[in-house]
């Protein structure tokens, strides 16, 4: 399928796991797509997973989403490449693991930093373009299984996950006049690097009983991979999923049924 022959695409966190799987994922269906990150490694990766035969549809731009001028020039970058914008995909974002009791406030400001005022940059400098969209612009972002159920040793986290739900829902409802959609993607457990790295940096005290819905109950119990999510991406932010905004999405494997 080709649905996205045509369709102007910005995809952050796109250098490694969710991001760069639904970065490829939409160029395999024809979109023409920026993909950003702060990881220049990572993205030179993505552009090689891609082939050459996207290499004329992809940009890739080094940006940092916790930082409001390195946003507005990547979004510059964006469009001058892309000449508009159709679809926003916000997939970036950091995972760090303490006792709540012994987080620092450097590290809570960061997962916060990112999570979600990055998400709140992203979008805010991508709207005017989304609502010149001729298809009707699309927000897709991240929340997380962990907004909605348990998930311990990451607070920050969760209420980053929370959080960036209820922006997703209030800016469906303000922009649905104007063609907005906008909804959220709620992963479960997903192979990646943040996961890896977040059970690598779980406290050495943890009580592993508290873990049991990580994984989900389909393919086994086994994690779910990015390619998981990047379909459901591809399907909601094209045509097939026009009726579906101001709402989640939650891609778990049936951990939580």
Do not use: C
Request: glycine share 14%.
């Amino acid at each position: 399928m080709q649905r996205y022959e045509g369709r102007r695409v910005l995809v952050s966190g796109a250098g490694s796991g969710i991001g760069q799987g639904v970065a490829l994922r939409l160029l395999a269906e024809g979109a023409r797509l920026v993909a950003v990150d702060v990881d220049a490694a990572g993205l030179e990766l993505t552009a090689k997973d891609a082939g050459d035969d996207a290499a004329d549809r992809l940009k890739t731009v080094i940006v940092d989403i916790s930082d409001q001028e390195s946003v507005r020039a990547g979004h510059a970058e964006a469009r001058e490449f892309l000449g508009g914008l159709d679809v926003l995909v916000n997939a970036a974002g950091i995972l760090r693991t303490a006792h709540t009791h012994e987080m620092p406030l450097e590290d809570w400001n960061r997962v916060i930093g990112i999570n979600l005022t990055g998400t709140f940059l992203m979008v805010q400098e991508a709207l005017p373009s989304l609502l010149e969209s001729p298809h009707g612009g699309v927000v897709v972002n991240f929340s997380s299984t962990s907004a909605y159920f348990g998930a311990p040793y990451m607070a920050a986290y969760a209420a980053s996950k929370g959080a960036v739900s209820a922006f997703t829902h209030a800016i469906a409802l303000e922009y649905v006049k104007k063609g907005l959609r906008a909804v959220n993607i709620a992963p479960g457990g997903i192979r990646s690097g943040i996961t890896t790295k977040s059970i690598l940096d779980l406290p050495k005290d943890i009580d592993g009983q508290l873990f049991a819905k990580l994984g989900g109950m389909v393919d086994g119990g086994n994690l779910g991979s990015p390619a998981d999510i990047a379909g459901v991406v591809a399907m909601v932010a094209s045509d097939d999923g026009k009726y579906i905004s101001g709402t989640e999405i939650r891609v778990d494997g049936g951990a939580y049924m």
